[in-house]
């Protein structure tokens, strides 16, 4: 038995004992009723009380929901049956009938019924709609303490304290109550009335089996929601399962285990359990069909009164002494984890599958963990490890414990695992390719092994661990409960700690520069060097996250994804009917996994947060492209915008005027605010719009606010400092017309204009003030008349002192003609670009480059597609056939004094791994490698004669320069010398073999490609210089099968061919000019010859028309038809090219009619012979001759013992063992 | 307490030194650490000095200096400048008066190893207690004398007491890129963890990381290591020479790698190497001909 551990709890409240619960079966509500009379409503998932419903006198004990109506029955210790609505929030009606405690109360799946047991020792079927009481069913002696219907099925069954289950059968009442409903009242009436007296002897409900066996009362019994089954819980403790058929049914087992009074029982709706609850403080979950223990939680303190599963998803609750618990039996997050494009994931099956993102694709099983952990616990935790394809994987059964496991390479249905490592612990992820951690929270130890399982160093983590998650290379983020370590393996100690309560989930960006630690409540975003960037708090339980490309953080709530920007910007993408959990966003597609287990592609709105990205970027062309492309609009974007002092943005996507005159005036846009505000027209815009102008200098739009305002001071005053003198004189005569004097003096101040003020003072009667004025300004003839006018002598006016005549200041500068330059526009790139102002942002060309870019990619496929056509030819078979050959040839005895250089003076030294070569191999190339020199050479003298090995030297190096690495070690020593193998899985030293540069195939695409191209552009040096080459190399080499040599073998004759003929074709051309050969018979006859010998060799066709062609032509010029008629009929029974066989039968047709040659040749076109490659001259076929022993060219017997001139390595007429190239 | 140990305060400096970014060393704040650490500190830049050719100043930095770790320094640096014979006099001084000094044995060893002297450089270096350093360069002797079996115990040996620690890491690759087969990738993990993490990565480690990857066969990724490595320290002369032995593996053209190294480091094993066999074949050739002349 298990302890509690498992226990996953979704919910629990705190109330008086808790005797009856009903799940709603849509919507995340619970309905419980207490021993303290209330009904409450809960919303588990928020963990909220809706309602609480208090109608009842007494102890309510059975509560349920109508599966369609928003109904909910109870039923109490006050004998009655309250039906509620919990949309009016009232109870709508009570049916009463009952004579004692009701007990339980539940409604039928489709018929507007209610079954309720009472310990009055009836079961009563009501019908809610005409509110009458259809049956009462009687037959147990004592209370009945429970009667549920079939969900499908005409049954009931009950459960009593007279130690029986009951079924009945309720057929006959369906049949009764589903007549043809053209029934008048009076017969509804009396068919009512015919039920009461059905009571006694009735065949509405009989008693179909008495299940007798437990042996005290039944508390509580329910039926297999699909099987034929009934589980019942009594107070013996014990918790019984029968089985029924149509006629009988019988005790199938017992499970014992609770200790104290068994008060609930019932089937897992989905899987093959059974759950059970008691006074003893347990719930226990049972195997229905081993009948065995699989689990059990136990509470502290609390008796169960009552347990209830939701009819739909995995969720079940308890009814205790303080209250309610909402709990799961099973984490339903499918283990998963993504690398690069492929999710790999564990279904509810156990199986492990990969989904692929690009092609959309399921895999088939990759493996099945059908024997990890117990049946029941699905796996916790998958890590992938792409170096090796290998999993761990981590299971909560047996108390925590991890199993590392290689992927097959491809899936072919459920395998179980060939090989795996298990061990105890927690939590188990990889850290590095060849290493990863586990941590065991009991004892509070992390592990870091390696891929044998074996710990390569441990330590403790901080106190109180969790969980612990990848940290970035060489680190591992530890989870406490009230803090998030950054903790450094090398250095076994936290490099950093962020306090950051319950953190679940880590989830690193796909850069990895930032993890989101997800709790049940929190998104808190770090760096990798755990600095927090922002946090959020959701009211919802996040459930899961994921990294955009981007750097937008997509998470899943309950019923919710949601995005959030690295600055805690965040809003909702879209709502979800279910949970699911979130593995991948690549575009609009939000991939994730169901609770099924399932792969599942969510479409989304990505435009939103890309937006807010790309403002917060200051990415405007993305932002232009989100704006031309989407329908971005609503008063959240524009707030937002304003919010994040983005308003000229927003001004973007708004029409209406007022927030479009707000935005342009936050953001300075004065012309748009100019536009707005004349089109709402309204003195408030005016001022502000003023007061905005005004601050950039605009005066011309200041002028026009001040107009329509009719601020006519300010208008003035605004016309003097920009020195508009007519408009300000205009203004004085405005003032003038409104009669309004003191305007008009500012004015005329303004204006420096005396007249006009000592007339306006004159026409207002202030003459001592218009005297002034003359006065102060020297206008005597002025003064007199103002003394006149009003009867003054001068003696008599007392004058303050006077100073100098005020004069308006002179105009510098005409500012009104045109506006200072302004505050700087804040005209962004981007309204520009809106404008259309910045080039190439057009949105035009961007198929054209998709499809470049496709191109592109074919291209890319074919190269990888070719190279790995490549490889597979490359062989790799050479491993078994190193050791048994050694004695088959003539392995020259290394000679220790030489080889062993360092021998001499380090004691102690081991011989070389260029030493194990030379051991190892009987190929010439792998002493060359070795650096072995001598004992190389040695085999190529026995192999094929080779006597002169300058011409070897640069391949020597080559092979011996590509041998050796050099690897930088301690500081201040020299490199490691490393040995590079072409046997790169071999570690037996006795198979080791070296590298070789330019194997066969090498050259069999490079240089003999080479050759054949300099052969066809007539480059006939290089062309020799090459297939020397390519002879060299060969030479020199080593490949991996028989039939390699065979390939090889072919390589070094056509080499040697072109070789040859090349050769011959110099030579004619060394024999000197056109004109002197003409001069010369001798010479002439030699190039006639050679040109024939030219076309001898076994050269590729088209080489060989190439020659034809040209000797073809040089016998013509020399008057030779026979000649040339022979090499023309070749050329046409070689085919080819139509333009040669143009030519070709041109000569055919010219020689033809004089078929003699003038220059006799030594060439018999009808005999059968083969060039001396020393000589150039024929051996006929039947006489002796000699041949190289490596590239097979012919010698006359005279040239026996001289150097090959093909190769100019071996000796002719030496003949060894043959070369070896595959030991 | 070894101050090297993970536990220790210059556990940063030794990993930096160990991971060839020298740099990072001398750059590293010495100010905090406890003052018994001052001395190892003091060393470990001196020496990531010595490696960055500052082998004169180092010199006189410590000229007069009478601590044997300075002295063993000393001997690094005169070495390191190319007086051989000063450093080896100095080094042997030191192997007898102070054999049971770390930095000593370290350096001393170093310089005894470089000089040719592999066994005096082990009976020095045999005498450590838990001094990492000295089972790394007892591990690089092994394999210069090609024991790679010595080698592999001593590291087996070095991973019950030291478990992951960097140079133990280390010290296991370089055996593996002698023992070849499976180990080959797995001592590619551990150079390319080094390498690829920005944090560890040196020109060093991305050799390193190149020359598994050679020995894997992946010549196309030993390229790119190789180039981002030159792009480093264009003129890190093992780098060259490996990038040679790409290029002649690969078939393409050496040359200019060949003129560029020989700048670089006339004396570079390689070159050395090839002149000597280079030689050789000459002499070795010299020994048939043909029975007839041309």
């Not at chain 1, 939590?427 to 990863?436: D, E, G, K, P, Q």
């Not at chain 1, 051996?1179 to 001759?1185: K, P, W």
Request: with cysteine; net charge negative.
């Amino acid at each position: 038995m298990q302890a509690s551990s498992g226990m996953l709890t979704k919910f629990e409240s705190k109330s008086s004992r808790a005797k009856g619960i009903a799940f709603h079966p849509k919507r995340p509500w619970i309905l419980v009723s207490l021993h303290s009379s209330t009904i409450q409503l809960w919303d588990y998932r928020m963990g909220t009380l809706i309602d609480r419903f208090e109608e009842h006198d007494g102890p309510v004990r059975g509560v349920d929901f109508h599966k369609t109506q928003p109904l909910f029955v109870s039923g109490g210790d006050d004998y009655k049956i309250k039906v509620w609505s919990y949309q009016t929030r009232r109870c709508l009606f009570t049916l009463n009938g009952h004579l004692d405690y009701i007990r339980t109360v539940f409604f039928h799946h489709e018929l507007p019924w209610i079954v309720s047991a009472s310990d009055d020792q009836t079961i009563r079927i009501w019908n809610w709609q005409n509110r009458s009481l259809l049956c009462t069913m009687t037959g147990h002696n004592h209370y009945a303490m429970c009667a549920q219907f079939h969900p499908k099925e005409d049954l009931v069954v009950s459960a009593s304290l007279d130690q029986s289950v009951r079924v009945w059968d309720i057929s006959g009442l369906r049949k009764k109550h589903s007549a043809p409903t053209s029934m008048s009242f009076e017969d509804q009436v009396s068919r009512a009335n015919a039920n009461q007296t059905d009571m006694f002897g009735n065949t509405d409900a009989v008693v179909k089996f008495v299940l007798e066996g437990h042996d005290r009362g039944v508390n509580w019994v329910a039926f297999h929601p699909t099987m034929p089954l009934i589980v019942s819980a009594g107070d013996d403790r014990l918790i019984k399962l029968w089985r029924m058929s149509e006629t009988k049914a019988w005790e199938v087992d017992t499970c014992r285990g609770h200790f104290q009074n068994a008060n609930g029982a019932l089937f897992h709706p989905h899987q093959d359990l059974i759950l059970s609850a008691g006074e003893d403080k347990t719930i226990r979950v049972w195997d229905l069909n081993k009948r065995t223990a699989v689990n059990s939680f136990k509470r502290e303190n609390d008796r169960f009164w009552v347990i209830a599963a939701h009819p739909e998803i995995n969720l079940f609750a308890a009814g205790h002494d303080n209250g309610v618990m909402v709990f799961k039996l099973e984490r339903e997050r499918p283990a998963s984890t993504v690398f690069q494009n492929t999710l790999f994931y564990i279904t509810k099956e156990k199986h492990v599958r990969s989904y692929d993102f690009q092609k959309n694709v399921e895999s088939p099983t990759l493996l099945s963990l059908k024997k990890l952990g117990s049946s029941w616990v699905p796996p916790r935790t998958l890590s992938y490890n792409p170096a090796e394809r290998s999993i761990l994987v981590t299971t909560t059964a047996d108390g925590g414990s991890y199993e590392l496991i290689n992927l097959p390479r491809d899936g072919s249905g459920a395998i179980e695992p060939t090989e795996s490592k298990r061990g105890q612990g927690n939590s188990a992820i990889f850290v590095a390719r060849n290493r990863f951690a586990v941590l065991n929270t009991t004892s509070q130890t992390v592990d870091i092994k390696d891929l044998t399982n074996n710990t390569t160093r441990s330590f403790k983590p901080p106190i109180g661990t969790s969980d612990i998650y990848f940290g970035g290379t060489g680190n591992l983020l530890i989870i406490a409960p009230t803090a998030v370590h950054l903790y450094d393996i090398q250095q076994k100690k936290t490099t950093a700690e962020l306090s950051v309560n319950g953190v679940k989930y880590v989830v690193w960006s796909n850069d990895g520069l930032y993890a989101a630690l997800l709790s049940k409540h929190n998104v808190t975003i770090v760096t990798k060097a755990l600095e927090q960037v922002s946090t959020l708090h959701e009211t919802i339980r996040i459930k899961s996250a994921t990294w955009d490309d981007a750097g937008v953080l997509l998470y899943s709530t309950l019923n919710h994804v949601k995005y959030t920007l690295l600055n805690g910007d965040n809003g909702i993408v879209r709502t979800l009917d279910q949970t699911v959990y979130l593995v991948r966003v690549k575009g609009r597609s939000v991939y994730c996994l169901d609770r099924a287990s399932k792969p599942k592609i969510l479409q989304v709105d990505p435009t939103e947060y890309r937006f807010k990205l790309a403002l917060v970027k200051r990415n405007y062309e993305e932002m232009l492209h989100i704006i031309q492309n989407s329908s971005l609009v609503g008063q959240s974007i524009i707030s937002y915008l304003q919010k994040k002092g983005y308003p000229e943005i927003a001004l973007q996507f708004v029409q209406d005027p007022t927030t479009r005159f707000e935005l342009a005036i936050e953001c300075g846009n004065l012309e748009v605010a100019v536009e707005m505000a004349k089109q709402l027209d309204r003195p408030k815009l005016w001022s502000r719009l003023s007061t905005e102008a005004l601050s950039h200098g605009n005066h011309s739009i200041v002028e026009m606010c001040y107009q329509k305002q009719k601020q006519f001071d300010k208008l003035s005053f605004l016309y003097l400092t920009t020195g508009d003198e007519s408009k300000l004189s205009r203004m004085a005569k405005i003032a003038e017309h409104r009669g309004d004097f003191t305007s008009r003096f500012q004015n005329a101040l303004y204006l420096g204009e005396v007249e006009d003020r000592i007339q306006m003072f004159k026409e207002i009667d202030l003459y001592p003030l218009a005297y002034m004025t003359a006065k102060f300004n020297g206008l005597e003839d002025e003064c007199q008349s103002i003394l006149e006018a009003t009867g003054l002598t001068e003696d008599q006016l007392s004058l303050p002192k006077l100073g100098a005549p005020l004069t308006p200041p002179k105009l510098v500068v005409p500012t009104y003609k045109a506006n200072w330059p302004t505050k700087a526009t804040s005209q962004s790139f981007f309204e520009k670009a809106l404008l259309g102002q910045v080039e190439g942002l057009s949105l035009d060309d961007e198929p054209n480059a998709a499809t470049s870019g496709l191109g592109l990619d074919d291209v890319a496929e074919d190269d990888a597609a070719g190279k790995r056509n490549g490889a597979l030819a490359e062989p790799e078979e050479d491993e078994d056939a190193a050791g048994w050959d050694l004695g088959d040839d003539v392995v020259p005895e290394v000679e220790e004094g030489f080889v062993n250089v360092e021998s001499a003076d380090a004691g102690g030294a081991g011989s070389s791994e260029a030493d194990l070569w030379a051991r190892n191999s009987p190929l010439a190339v792998d002493h060359v490698a070795g650096g072995s020199f001598e004992t190389a050479m040695q085999l190529l003298n026995r192999q094929v004669g080779a006597v002169n090995f300058t011409p070897l030297k640069a391949r020597f190096l080559e092979v011996y320069q590509a041998s050796k690495t050099y690897l930088p070690a301690s500081a201040g020593l020299l490199a490691l010398v490393n040995y590079v193998r072409r046997t790169v899985e071999e570690s037996d030293p006795r198979k080791v073999l070296p590298i070789i540069p330019r194997d066969l195939e090498y050259l069999a695409t490079n240089d003999l490609q080479r050759g054949y191209d300099s052969m066809k552009t007539n480059k006939l040096e290089d062309g020799l210089e090459v297939f020397k080459g390519i002879l060299y190399a060969v030479l020199i080499n080593a490949v991996g099968s028989e039939s390699e040599v065979t390939e090889a073998k072919k390589l070094i004759t056509s080499a040697s061919e072109y070789a040859v003929a090349m050769a011959i074709e110099l030579g004619r051309r060394k024999l000197g000019t056109t004109d002197v050969i003409n001069k010369n018979p001798q010479l002439l006859k030699r190039s006639l010859e050679l040109s024939a010998y030219f076309t001898i060799p076994k050269i590729q066709v088209p080489h060989r028309q190439i020659a034809l062609l040209n000797a073809m032509n040089l016998a013509m010029r020399s008057k030779n038809y026979n000649t040339a008629l022979s090499f023309a009929n070749r050329i046409l029974a070689n085919g080819g090219a139509s333009k040669t066989l143009e030519t070709a039968k041109k000569t055919k047709a010219q020689c033809e009619r004089n078929p003699h040659d003038s220059v006799e040749i030594e060439f018999d076109q009808f005999a059968e012979f083969e060039i001396c490659a020393a000589s150039h001259t024929p051996i006929y076929s039947g006489t002796a001759f000699e041949e190289c022993a490596f590239d097979g060219s012919k010698y006359h017997t005279k040239f026996k013992g001289t150097v090959c001139a093909v190769c100019g390595v071996c000796e002719v007429g030496k003949h060894g063992s043959g070369l070896k190239l595959f030991a | 307490m070894d101050p090297f140990s993970a536990e220790g305060e210059l556990i940063n400096l030794h990993n930096h030194f160990h991971q060839g970014q020298y740099q990072d060393v001398v750059d590293f704040d010495t100010a905090a650490l406890s003052p018994e650490n001052a001395l190892p500190a003091r060393v470990l830049q001196l020496r990531a000095r010595v490696a960055l050719g500052q082998a004169d100043d180092v010199l006189a930095d410590v000229q007069g200096e009478a601590e044997p770790e300075l002295e063993a320094v000393a001997a690094l640096a005169e070495q390191a400048r190319g007086d051989a014979a000063a450093a080896l006099k100095t080094a042997s001084r030191l192997a007898a008066s102070a054999p049971a000094n770390a930095t000593v044995q370290t350096l001393a060893g170093t310089v005894l190893q470089a000089a040719g002297r592999s066994e005096d450089a082990l009976a020095l270096l045999s005498q450590h207690q838990g001094n990492l350093e000295a089972v790394a360069l007892i591990v690089q002797i092994h394999l210069q004398q090609n024991r790679t079996d010595l080698a592999l115990k001593e590291v087996v040996a070095a991973r019950r007491w030291a478990q992951d620690s960097l140079l133990v890491n280390l010290a296991e690759s370089w055996v593996g890129l002698r023992l070849g087969g499976e180990k080959y990738q797995q001592a590619f993990y551990v150079f390319e963890e080094l390498a690829q993490a920005p944090a560890t990565s040196s020109v060093r480690s991305l050799v390193s990381q190149a020359v598994a990857e050679l020995h894997l066969g992946r010549t196309e990724e030993a390229q790119v290591a190789l180039e981002q490595a030159l792009k480093k320290e264009p003129a890190f002369a093992d780098a060259i020479a490996d990038l040679l032995v790409l290029s002649v593996i690969t078939g393409k053209d050496t040359k200019e790698l060949t003129s560029s190294l020989e700048k670089v480091d006339a004396q570079h094993p390689l070159l050395t190497d090839l002149a000597e066999k280079s030689d050789l074949f000459d002499k070795a050739a010299t020994k048939y001909k043909a029975k007839v002349a041309a």
